[in-house]
């Protein structure tokens, strides 16, 4: 300002009061700044919008501050809503209104226009596309727009004229009444002339009933920069009728969201959707394509990339990056589609020379291309470390397409040029780097020697070390092929594999669940005596364990450890540690203890930190299962801490896991959960499966117990689709369990899977304690809460009488089948087997450690029994005690089971007010989850003489009433509270009050958010 220099002008926000729905619009409120910019007060000023935005009196400068929740993106859906919904409300034309959408290319541009076309052909408006096709002549594109809106015909068609004669049909249309609108779809690909006439008509729009609703790209078609895109939004900005709204790229939580609603909850796996979101950018409309892509695959094809056992090169390049090649193929000259193809297939970053090397280009010819493919946005300069320059591919799924679009001899010339360049490396190769040489030796026909078999070879333990299982077992299979095409192929021998390779075969097929073909693979591998026949066995052992036959995998494992082990070697270490979860399964618990205390003393001799911190983790599930979970603690410590000092991220999370689970008996749920999320992510970082698996169905269950029926119930899911695409056949019934459990405390109704009847038909009963476990307390659920307790007595019997067999399974009996044995034996009016199942949870008791959650079951089962035998003053303090361990812990479902029980001896006991407070708790909670027990409560309340709390339809939550629907859309329009009174024929005040439950329900802070929030 002239005589204060210390002061500046700042704008911060828009031009005027915004219209509803503009792009990045939220609350306002204003700050007032000193001279050096340190705000020191503010003051809300929301009914004071018309006023500058910057305003300096002095020494003090006033700024309008937009302030938009960060959480808050357009998605192109909401917006199309937004839009349509305001249109509808047009219907005398007497305003017409521009909408353009400005986004990186596939943004979500092409979802937002086919959205807004669907909803606005539903509601019978009048819709015209103009497509924009590129290399059109001038003015055609303009033409074509005045024809459509029924311009007569131009003899001069000139700039000038064309858009004089647009904006007077513009204004005359009539169309019956209803409004047009029109949908211009690539505007950046327009000629010149057309870009300049319609850009004026978007940022200007006369008046008549036309809307326009036009897609931007910063990008042609062909990858060139449109230029006047920084000129049109600051148009477009400064416009008082044009609604500019950016569509920016997703990030990886909400790429997550949109996977999971195409696809279903759970179903992808986090390395897929990480890599879905690395290959698209973030563009909503590629993410698309990719969805219809995976869509359209062979089952099992889609769930082993879904699964991330491959990688998205699988995946056929199609919709809008395989357009978006083929623009480039016609687009670039011939070096340009080479340098393109070579990229595509190099996949890495890649100097000048490499890119020369892979063409057979001289250096200025790539570097022209290379330019050339800049231009058109194809590839990035990269600079290393060392400062050397490389190339890569801006969209890897466009790199992709435009190698595939490119001749096959010269993909093959590519592909070995490549091998020939990762073969002069003169230091050791990477794991990258030995991937791509199997799959350029392959895709190149590349004659195999020895050198060539071993680095295959390192790729595939590279690949089966990341659990890319279906990728290794490709290559192990093409590798197999070509050998026993190779003249120098031994015809006596039954595997043309070396001994190694088909181990590692073996494991893959398994792990694909191909068991048979796995053993096949077995049964050809040839080799000498020694190591090679003891990793054999251990493969056709773990092949058997995953069947469930633990007996035959025991037969497997004991010929191996009939021997001592003063070599130390490291297989048959490995064989001591599974076997003994081998022998404890099957109830030899004296030769389990035996088998592990000599592979933890032999792994710790060796200083093999894996196979020690497998030992020691052995060593905790045993006494986890045992019900001593102070002494597992201390083991899962131990383990912790040799993890930690390897530096292995998979073992830290294995370890992590292990202390999780412990901690949720031993010290608080929510400690526990902490570790077991910890050890999720790690080993989701690490592609440890196995891992993510059991930390996955500890969590779940912990959320479960903690209330969380919904967060138990995602995490159900997404372990189960883990399972079964990674054909965990043993660990499946888990979270298949855990959902049924979930399913029937809600008092929905479920169907038991056909595995689920392999625990019942007598084979194999004793498979695997947490399966097992799982299952009885499963079908134990659904036969109480379908009024069976004779049926749920039986399993849950049945389940008891087997861990007994096995033995050391101390935890599950009394925190999860002899309380519930207690329970459904109450439940059928048999008080002595109720008798006989508190005397059997006492004789475990001693057999286990004093913890909350095994001390509130025994106080639980106890206090049921008193009130079964009516004896009201001896189970109270029964169960208020349960109920106080069960909170000690974090269990709040087991402690709302409590308090129910509590709640009908208060009544008993004539203690209304107590029992009426206990209810009121209890209802809150079963209200909350959404719990079949409410109906339990709800009977007691009647009991009592009380109406039960309305369930509360709440003002600041829930979905929105009729009346708050037609306010909230009057309130998008723009329309003030008196405005929208006068419409509705209601009070001012009444609106008013409706304007802050919409607010409130949706979570926003100012109506001006409405539009993009709500629609």
């Not at 299982?469 to 070396?498: C, Y």
């Not at 749920?792 to 044995?821: M, Y």
């Not at 913890?851 to 106890?862: I, N, P, S």
């Not at 909350?928 to 409410?934: C, E, F, S, T």
Request: aromatic share 4%.
């Amino acid at each position: 300002m002239p005589g204060h220099p210390a002061t500046s002008r700042v704008r911060v926000g828009g031009r005027g009061r915004p219209a509803p729905g503009r792009a990045g619009i939220g609350h306002f409120g204003w700050f007032v700044v000193d001279p050096c910019g340190a705000p020191f007060q503010r003051q809300r000023r929301e009914n004071h919008l018309d006023h500058p935005c910057v305003c300096t009196y002095h020494h003090v400068v006033y700024m309008r501050i937009v302030m938009t929740p960060p959480q808050q993106k357009h998605h192109p859906e909401s917006v199309a809503r937004a839009v349509s919904d305001r249109w509808a409300y047009h219907r005398t034309g007497d305003s017409a209104e521009s909408v353009i959408v400005v986004g990186p290319r596939g943004a979500g541009q092409h979802r937002f226009l086919g959205a807004l076309e669907a909803r606005l052909r539903a509601s019978k408006r009048y819709v015209s596309s103009l497509w924009v096709t590129p290399n059109r002549p001038p003015l055609l594109s303009s033409l074509m727009l005045a024809e459509l809106l029924g311009a007569q015909d131009i003899e001069q068609p000139t700039a000038t004229e064309v858009a004089r004669r647009l904006r007077r049909a513009m204004r005359d249309l009539s169309n019956g009444g209803r409004p047009l609108v029109v949908l211009v779809h690539e505007l950046q690909d327009l000629a010149a002339e057309d870009a300049a006439i319609i850009s004026d008509l978007l940022c200007a729009p006369p008046g008549g009933s036309v809307l326009l609703v036009a897609a931007v790209a910063e990008r042609r078609s062909d990858g060139t920069l449109w230029h006047p895109l920084r000129a049109f939004r600051e148009q477009a900005q400064r416009a008082d009728h044009c609604e500019l709204i950016d569509f920016p790229t997703l990030s990886v939580e909400e790429v997550t969201a949109e996977v999971e609603r195409r696809l279903g909850t759970g179903v992808a796996s986090p390395r897929f959707i990480r890599e879905v979101a690395r290959a698209t950018g973030g563009r909503l409309d590629d993410l698309d394509d990719c969805m219809q892509a995976i869509e359209q695959l062979d089952p099992r094809l889609r769930s082993e990339l879904l699964a991330a056992s491959r990688t998205l090169q699988a995946l056929p390049a199609r919709g809008g990056p395989s357009e978006h090649a083929a623009v480039l193929q016609q687009v670039l000259d011939e070096s340009g589609r080479a340098v393109a193809a070579a990229l595509g297939v190099w996949k890495d970053p890649a100097t000048v020379e490499v890119v020369s090397a892979l063409t057979g280009l001289g250096d200025t010819a790539v570097e022209s291309a290379l330019s050339d493919l800049a231009e058109h946005g194809v590839i990035e300069d990269v600079h290393t470390a060392d400062s050397v320059v490389t190339f890569q591919l801006v969209e890897p799924l466009v790199g992709a397409a435009l190698a595939a679009q490119s001749p096959p001899l010269r993909l093959r010339r590519i592909h070995r040029a490549a091998v020939e360049l990762i073969e002069a490396t003169p230091r050791p190769l990477t794991d990258d780097e030995t991937v791509a040489f199997a799959a350029h030796c392959f895709n190149g026909d590349i004659t195999l020697d020895e050198r060539r078999v071993a680095w295959i070879g390192r790729s595939a333990t590279a690949l089966v070390s990341r659990s890319r299982f279906a990728e290794a077992r490709e290559q192990l299979l093409s590798l197999e092929r070509a050998l026993r095409r190779s003249p120098k192929r031994n015809p006596g021998s039954r595997s043309v594999l070396p001994s190694p390779l088909a181990l590692l075969l073996a494991e893959t097929l398994s792990r694909s669940g191909e068991l048979d073909a796995a053993e096949d693979v077995l049964a050809d591998a040839t080799g000498p005596t020694g190591e090679t026949d003891i990793a054999i066995a251990l493969r056709r052992a773990r092949d058997r364990v995953a069947l469930g036959q633990n007996q035959e995998a025991w037969e497997i494992y004991a010929p191996i450890l009939a021997h001592e082990n003063p070599g130390r070697d490291p297989a048959i270490t490995q064989a001591r540690i599974e076997a003994a979860s081998v022998l404890r399964s099957i109830g030899m618990t004296d030769e389990a203890s035996q088998q592990q205390s000599l592979g933890a003393s032999e792994a710790q001799e060796s200083g093999n930190h894996r196979l020690t911190v497998e030992a020691r983790l052995s060593q905790h599930r045993a006494l986890y299962a045992a019900g001593r979970p102070n002494e597992a603690l201390r083991f899962g410590r131990e383990a912790f801490s040799v993890a930690r000092a390897s530096g292995s991220t998979p073992l830290i999370a294995r370890a992590s896991s292990a202390i999780g689970a412990v901690l949720c008996d031993l010290r608080s749920l929510e400690r526990g959960m902490r570790w077991s999320r910890r050890a999720l992510r790690l080993a989701e970082a690490s592609d440890d499966f196995a891992t993510v698996s059991g930390a996955g169905h500890r969590l779940a269950t912990a959320m479960l117990d903690a209330g969380d029926l919904a967060g138990a119930e995602r995490m159900a899911l997404r372990i189960m689709h883990l399972d079964s695409d990674m054909h965990r056949s043993r660990a499946l019934p888990r979270p298949r369990s855990l959902l049924r459990v979930i399913q029937a405390l809600r008092g929905e109704s479920s169907e038991s899977p056909p595995e689920a009847g392999r625990f019942w038909d007598g084979r194999e009963p004793l498979d695997l304690s947490y399966s097992l476990n799982s299952e009885v307390i499963a079908q134990y659920t659904e036969q109480l809460v379908s009024g069976n307790p004779e049926g749920a007595h039986e399993t849950v019997s049945t389940g008891i009488d087997w861990f007994i067999k096995a033995g050391s399974r101390g935890r599950f009996l009394v925190c999860d089948l002899i309380p519930r044995q207690v329970h459904a034996a109450i439940l059928m009016g048999d008080l002595e087997a109720a008798e006989r199942a508190v005397t059997l949870l006492d004789v475990a008791r001693t057999e286990t450690e004093a913890f909350a959650v095994a001390d509130g079951q025994h106080h639980l089962a106890r206090g049921r029994l008193a009130m079964a035998r009516l004896d009201w003053a001896g189970a109270l303090p029964l169960l208020v005690t349960a109920a106080r361990e069960f909170g000690s812990t974090g269990a709040q479902w087991q402690r709302m089971q409590t308090l129910k029980e509590a709640a009908e001896v208060y009544l008993s006991l004539d203690d209304t007010e107590r029992a009426q407070a206990v209810l009121a708790e209890c209802h809150d909670f079963f209200t909350k989850v959404g719990a079949r027990d409410l109906q339990e409560i709800r009977w007691l309340y009647a009991r009592a003489g009380r109406r039960p709390p309305r369930a509360r339809t709440s003002r600041t939550t829930g979905e929105l009433s009729e009346r708050e629907v037609e306010v909230m859309r009057l309130a998008a329009r723009g329309m003030t509270d008196a405005q929208i009174a006068a419409v509705l024929h209601i009070q001012r005040r009444t609106v008013t009050t409706h304007m802050h439950h919409i607010l409130a329900k949706r979570g926003i802070h100012s109506r001006l958010d409405l539009s993009e929030a709500n629609w």
